[in-house]
């Protein structure tokens, strides 16, 4: 028999050099499309080699997504994320064949291990996310399940279509609806009852439904979704960024706070922001009646 892929694929050294030395202007994944238009970054998740499996992920494509919003940390060159899916459809999770199989592999192997250092693996991805200062924009139209549909909900802001079906069906496949921080984030995002009813039962969360419950910040026509995410994420690019930062930083980090110690946190953020030359920049062409030109620092 074949050995399984390895569950925690390296990255590539081509495609993901140190943080540190990254030139977003010149970036070629291998497992999805990139492109960069100003300071907006657009991911288009494809799998063009298999367009009937609606953009499936792979090993190789969640390592690659999580190491490259790693290194979005570290970019100056793009302020916003916007991503999307290929063909009319976000995506479908993890690719039954190339992932799910393997995984049973190492669970009749026995090796526990493996098992567990893919689905660590699968979550660093959403802690990157969350932890990359770039506002996130998830264009979502047609199919978006799985690992899909969590890379929706781990996005900052979320655009879907009429066509769009959210699933989190983990359970349809004998696993938990506990995945990827999804117990955590998603009651969150519509509440409680609504987040243990998709949980459990894995059905599809209806376009009206996501936008009536809070899980779409706006409905846009499918030939319009893209644009219209691309549009809102260039003008937070144009906004002041390092505050930007600063307001998601505070989001996630709060959700473990008391209201006191968030209230403290606040306050020693906007300090900081105070601070920043955005902040003077404003305050004067407020007094001159002119629109601020944030620069971001």
Same mark, same amino acid.
Request: aromatic share 8%; net charge negative.
């Given at each position: 028999?074949? /050995? /399984?892929?390895?569950?925690?694929?390296?990255?590539?050294?081509?495609?993901?050099?140190?943080?540190?030395?990254?030139?977003?202007?010149?970036?070629?994944?291998?497992?999805?499309?990139?492109? *960069?238009? +100003?300071?907006?970054?657009?991911?288009?998740?494809?799998? %063009?080699?298999?367009? #009937?499996?609606?953009?499936?992920?792979?090993?190789?494509?969640?390592?690659?997504?999580?190491?490259?919003?790693?290194?979005? =940390?570290?970019?100056? #060159?793009?302020?916003?994320?916007?991503?999307?899916?290929? +063909?009319?459809?976000?995506?479908? +999770?993890?690719?039954?064949?190339?992932?799910?199989? %393997?995984?049973?592999?190492?669970?009749?192997?026995?090796?526990?291990?493996?098992?567990?250092?893919?689905?660590?693996?699968?979550?660093?991805?959403?802690?990157?996310?969350?932890?990359? %200062?770039?506002?996130?924009? /998830?264009?979502?139209?047609?199919?978006?399940? +799985?690992?899909?549909?969590?890379?929706?909900?781990?996005?900052?802001?979320?655009?879907?279509?009429?066509?769009?079906?959210?699933?989190?069906?983990?359970?349809?496949?004998?696993?938990?609806?506990?995945?990827?921080?999804?117990?955590?984030?998603?009651?969150?995002?519509?509440?409680?009852?609504?987040?243990?009813?998709?949980?459990?039962?894995?059905?599809?969360?209806? =376009?009206?439904?996501?936008?009536?419950?809070?899980?779409?910040?706006?409905?846009?026509?499918?030939?319009?979704? *893209?644009?219209?995410?691309?549009? *809102?994420?260039?003008?937070?690019?144009?906004? %002041?960024?390092?505050?930007?930062?600063?307001?998601?930083?505070?989001?996630?980090?709060?959700? /473990?706070?008391?209201?006191?110690?968030?209230?403290?946190?606040?306050?020693?953020?906007?300090?900081?922001?105070?601070?920043?030359?955005?902040?003077?920049?404003?305050?004067?062409?407020?007094? =001159?009646?002119?629109?601020?030109?944030?620069?971001?620092?």
């Amino acid at each position: 028999m074949a /050995s /399984s892929p390895d569950p925690t694929p390296e990255p590539n050294p081509e495609t993901i050099p140190d943080a540190q030395r990254v030139d977003f202007t010149a970036y070629r994944p291998h497992h999805f499309r990139w492109t *960069l238009a +100003g300071k907006v970054a657009t991911v288009t998740l494809d799998r %063009p080699d298999r367009p #009937d499996r609606k953009n499936p992920l792979t090993f190789e494509s969640y390592a690659e997504l999580r190491d490259t919003f790693r290194a979005l =940390a570290h970019a100056d #060159d793009v302020k916003a994320v916007v991503i999307t899916g290929a +063909g009319g459809n976000f995506c479908s +999770g993890g690719d039954v064949h190339e992932i799910i199989g %393997p995984l049973v592999r190492l669970q009749e192997a026995g090796d526990t291990g493996g098992l567990l250092a893919f689905t660590r693996m699968t979550g660093d991805l959403v802690k990157a996310m969350r932890a990359c %200062p770039q506002p996130i924009v /998830s264009a979502v139209d047609g199919v978006c399940a +799985g690992a899909g549909a969590i890379i929706a909900m781990a996005s900052d802001l979320r655009f879907g279509t009429p066509e769009s079906r959210v699933a989190f069906l983990f359970v349809r496949v004998g696993l938990a609806g506990a995945d990827m921080g999804a117990c955590n984030i998603l009651p969150r995002l519509i509440g409680a009852g609504r987040a243990a009813e998709l949980l459990f039962t894995g059905r599809a969360m209806t =376009a009206e439904e996501a936008e009536r419950w809070g899980f779409y910040n706006r409905m846009c026509p499918a030939d319009r979704v *893209l644009a219209e995410a691309q549009a *809102l994420a260039a003008s937070l690019a144009d906004g %002041p960024t390092f505050a930007h930062a600063m307001t998601k930083r505070c989001i996630h980090q709060e959700w /473990s706070q008391s209201i006191d110690e968030a209230i403290e946190a606040e306050a020693q953020a906007q300090a900081i922001c105070m601070q920043t030359r955005d902040f003077a920049r404003a305050y004067r062409a407020f007094a =001159a009646r002119q629109t601020p030109v944030f620069e971001g620092n």
